[in-house]
């Protein structure tokens, strides 16, 4: 129809202003993706694995507190200093873990036990923080893979430009549905340069 935006195209924002571009960079970026985290995942070993599962699985379980790491290495059956290594190594690779000031676990992308703007409350009566809006809508995804269940949340965020309260309900195949009917909330990435990227960690550059 006349007016209407051409379906090949993405929205990109950049320093306040939205503007509607060709699809083609981002679907060859989407294209590059298995190869890119094949790559990013080669470091890990089956342990490290179990550990970032382990944390991912559980942290919605701690009621808002950290899981602690001599508590991991107990329940996991693994040498303390072994799991120590593992979450250094995790947290170093930018996209798994990130430690508190005391050495816990206190984010497991995709949750955080830290206070975000994104709360959700998962079908199982569990609470916790989404890392970002992004991983705060893949969480029942990735929770139901990793438990074994099927799953469901609610969502409650802002709207970063208006403050608006949203609400929206998301299931574990990552069917959603927002609440205020005449919402249509857009999910922004930042532009990041991952392959220059020194931060000792994502949380306050993302």
């Known amino acids: ?68 790491v001599v508590r991991l290495a107990a329940t996991l059956g693994l040498p303390l200093a072994r799991v120590r290594a593992i979450v250094e190594e995790l947290e170093r690779n930018l ?46 995804f990735v929770l139901a893979r990793l438990r074994g269940e099927k799953l469901s949340a609610v969502l409650e965020s802002e709207c970063p430009h208006c403050g608006r309260e949203l609400h929206m309900s998301i299931d574990s195949e990552l069917n959603s549905r927002v609440r205020e009917q005449d919402a249509e909330p857009l999910l922004f990435e930042p532009e990041i340069d991952w392959a220059t990227f020194k931060g000792a960690n994502i949380i306050n550059d993302y």
């Not at 830290?114 to 989404?130: A, Q």
């Open 1 to 68: 129809m006349p007016g209407q935006p051409d379906p090949n195209t993405i929205l990109v924002g950049n320093r306040g202003t939205i503007n509607r571009v060709p699809d083609a960079g981002f679907k060859a970026a989407l294209a590059k993706v298995p190869e890119r985290f094949a790559a990013k995942l080669a470091f890990m070993t089956p342990e490290h694995h179990l550990v970032r599962n382990f944390v991912v699985r559980e942290l919605p379980r701690e009621d808002g507190r950290p899981i602690q």
């Open 95 to 140: 996209f798994f873990v990130v430690r508190s000031e005391s050495g816990d676990i206190s984010w497991a992308f995709p949750v955080a036990a830290d206070r975000t703007p994104h709360r959700l409350k998962i079908s199982t009566g569990e609470r916790v923080y989404g890392a970002c809006a992004e991983d705060a809508f893949v969480t029942p």
